[in-house]
């Protein structure tokens, strides 16, 4: 399983921990920000338990992006697929939990609607990755499709309201607290982060993501099963969505067709702020982690604002997207430059 | 001349194969399709669509994509409206159509910059410019639904012909604006099929390298297209206005999507390189039936995002088969030519 391989050469690897470092700099920088600029709210417990409870939902499926990313593509259906597992579960919990139930009869019907839940996002993200790897569609116009149809589909089979009325321990168990202050999501978040962190630097199929993502030709020569490798890398981000949805269910108390709209752009933002490279091929985890922790620490403290209107937010990661994209592009060019004159000077 | 094998293995004829069968299903269904106000209707639910096509499917034709070009529309219309209202304009729309294509043209410069120069990922970039956009009209102009300057109400009432259906009493006015719509095609036509220029956004769809190697200056062509993207996006967006007869910020909202599926259901080749103006509009008329006719098959609206989807994997799917099997049957002579001895 865990071959000693490195995807990465050693000289870009340097690169990318670099990256690292640069990142977690502007974590700090924008802790010390906001904490200067809002001493008695920004620094809090409160605070921090009000955003553990909020990224993990966005970052589980930023995770997903970024795995696709990493294999060269982009899996634009991760608010849909989360959505409709969401309605699935939620529409069966409706349907078949018995009103007022007691929570030992109630717990099996939990478990179903979680594992339905999780087989289709599995499914979702699995026909994502046919339709990329077997009918050779471009990763943007499959997922922008498969977005369309599976929140098609959800408004469809809701007729576009709202699936409320859940049976409460649903939502109690989501939202349950470790220690009264760690809650169940976040802790999940943490799992997943290092379960996938894990998953791309040790093991085989990770390092055959990367290879795919640095050169899908030379990946295929090089005797690997590339369709194999992408649909997974759907499925797997198709799975994740579909966590991503369970948590927002549990947090509104509710599922619908339109929940976390604009959590897509953002998931993009994130996977590029993270050092996701949007060609494939480069990235790790913990970039993408630390762009999360970012994100959050600027929107809450953005929050704590009340004359910045909700929408400058759009603003702020379309600028912040642009600028990244253009920073990165300045750095590697600058390697780039280096390398040369190393390379005159030998 | 073109032999009927090589025109069946086009994606037009088969578009438009698709809008025959669903208009006569619809005529059975309902009897109201082949109506004069039905069809005026269809029409003028395509002009806007029908203009931001031109420019979205010269992009994908150059290998790249935009989906900013809704967020462009929405926000060049709405200062050019705010702007002629606070000064109380009271003169031509022709000055309305200026001014929003210049604001689309700077818009879509920041694009051009930023893919044709810095050399960036167009997805990322128009996604990210999308929400720069978007942000502004809501965050620093607080955009809401407001009036629009007399100019622009008369140029909406502005009417070609009226259709009447006898049977229903219904009437529908056609819009000048289908003008601009012709006129926007024709010139597209042009550029693509006589021009150095329209030679140069296929050949870089084509091969990027290779067209620089042809001599093509691949930054400026590109920076230009996605200028002409912005510009279209503005006259687009004074055509929305002037035919709606009020500005409404949110009324892009989502059109890029139904825009790029009818170019790529269309014929045009995601990867670049392969597309026709025939095959957008037979693209864009069959998105529109669709979308307009769902109610009179007796499909409820809430599916119609379903049937968007689905349509957009099945005709990406179809044009992405054809390419693969095409190359195969291309590969096969060059075996057998390597097995000769």
Not at chain 1, 51 to 56: K, N, S, Y
Not at chain 1, 83 to 102: E, H, T, W
Request: aromatic share 8%; with cysteine; hydrophobic share 50%.
């Amino acid at each position: 399983m865990s071959t000693p391989q490195t995807a990465v050469p050693l000289q870009a690897r340097k690169g990318r921990d670099q990256n690292l470092v640069r990142l977690f700099v502007m974590l700090l920088l924008v802790f010390a920000l906001m904490t200067a600029l809002r001493p008695g709210q920004f620094p809090t417990l409160a605070n921090f338990g009000s955003m553990m409870r909020q990224f993990p939902e966005y970052g589980i499926m930023a995770i997903g992006i970024s795995l696709t990313m990493i294999t060269g593509g982009i899996d634009l259906g991760v608010v849909g697929t989360a959505n409709l597992s969401a309605i699935l579960a939620a529409k069966f919990l409706i349907g078949y939990v018995p009103q007022g139930a007691p929570p030992h009869v109630v717990v099996p019907y939990l478990v179903a609607a979680v594992l339905i839940a999780l087989a289709t996002g599995a499914a979702c993200g699995y026909v994502a990755g046919i339709l990329i790897s077997r009918f050779n569609i471009p990763a943007i116009l499959a997922t922008l499709g498969t977005q369309q149809l599976y929140t098609g589909i959800a408004v469809g089979i809701t007729s576009g309201r709202p699936q409320s009325r859940l049976p409460l321990l649903y939502s109690r168990i989501g939202n349950t607290e470790l220690f009264d202050f760690f809650p169940l999501s976040f802790m999940l978040f943490v799992v997943i982060a290092l379960g996938i962190g894990f998953m791309l630097s040790r093991s085989r199929f990770g390092t055959h993501m990367y290879l795919y993502g640095t050169n899908p030709k030379a990946a295929r020569y090089a005797g690997l099963n590339t369709g194999s490798i992408l649909r997974r890398a759907y499925l797997l981000s198709g799975l994740l969505s579909s966590v991503a949805g369970l948590i927002m269910m549990a947090r509104a108390n509710s599922a619908k067709a339109e929940y976390g709209a604009p959590y897509t752009l953002q998931c993009v933002l994130i996977a590029v702020l993270g050092g996701i490279d949007p060609n494939g091929g480069f990235g790790k985890i913990a970039g993408v982690t630390l762009a999360i922790l970012i994100l959050q620490f600027l929107s809450s403290g953005l929050n704590m604002f009340n004359q910045v209107s909700n929408f400058y937010r759009d603003v702020i990661w379309g600028g912040v997207l642009i600028l990244v994209l253009v920073f990165n592009l300045l750095l590697s060019a600058r390697a780039e430059r280096r390398a040369l004159r190393k390379r005159e000077a030998a | 001349m073109i032999t009927t094998r090589r025109l069946l293995g086009r994606s037009e004829p088969w578009v438009f194969a698709a809008i025959l069968v669903l208009s006569l299903l619809i005529q059975v269904q309902s009897g109201q399709f082949y109506t004069g106000n039905n069809l005026v209707d269809l029409v003028r639910a395509m002009i806007v669509p029908g203009l931001l096509s031109v420019g979205c499917m010269m992009v994908i034709v150059s290998g790249g994509i935009d989906v900013s070009f809704t967020a462009i529309a929405a926000l060049a219309m709405y200062v050019t409206d705010r702007i002629l209202l606070s000064s109380q304009y009271g003169g031509n729309v022709l000055l309305a159509y200026a001014m929003s294509a210049g604001f689309g043209l700077l818009m879509g410069a920041l694009n051009g910059v930023l893919i044709a120069f810095l050399r960036l990922p167009t997805l990322v970039v128009t996604l990210g410019t999308a929400s720069l956009y978007t942000g502004l009209m809501f965050g620093a102009f607080a955009a809401s639904a407001s009036d629009v300057p007399p100019a622009l109400h008369a140029h909406g009432k502005e009417t070609l012909f009226t259709a009447v259906n006898p049977q229903l009493g219904l009437t529908s006015n056609m819009p000048s604006q289908v003008l601009i719509l012709v006129g926007v095609f024709v010139l597209g036509f042009l550029l693509l099929r006589y021009t150095m220029l329209g030679r140069g956004i296929y050949a870089i769809g084509g091969d990027e390298a290779a067209a620089e190697r042809a001599g093509f200056a691949v930054p400026g062509i590109k920076m230009f297209l996605y200028c002409l993207v912005g510009v279209l996006a503005g006259i687009t967006g004074i055509s929305r206005i002037s035919m709606l007869e009020y500005a409404d910020p949110s009324t892009f909202l989502g059109m890029e999507l139904t825009v790029i599926a009818a170019v790529v259901l269309g014929g045009t080749r995601v990867t670049g390189g392969v597309g026709t103006l025939t095959g957008t509009a037979l693209g864009i008329a069959l998105m529109i039936i669709l979308a307009n006719s769902l109610i009179l098959i007796g499909i409820p609206t809430y599916w119609a995002r379903f049937f968007t989807g689905a349509v957009i994997i099945i005709g990406t799917g179809v044009t992405a088969r054809q390419i693969t099997t095409k190359r195969r049957l291309e590969r096969v002579p060059s075996r057998k030519e390597a097995q000769a001895p």
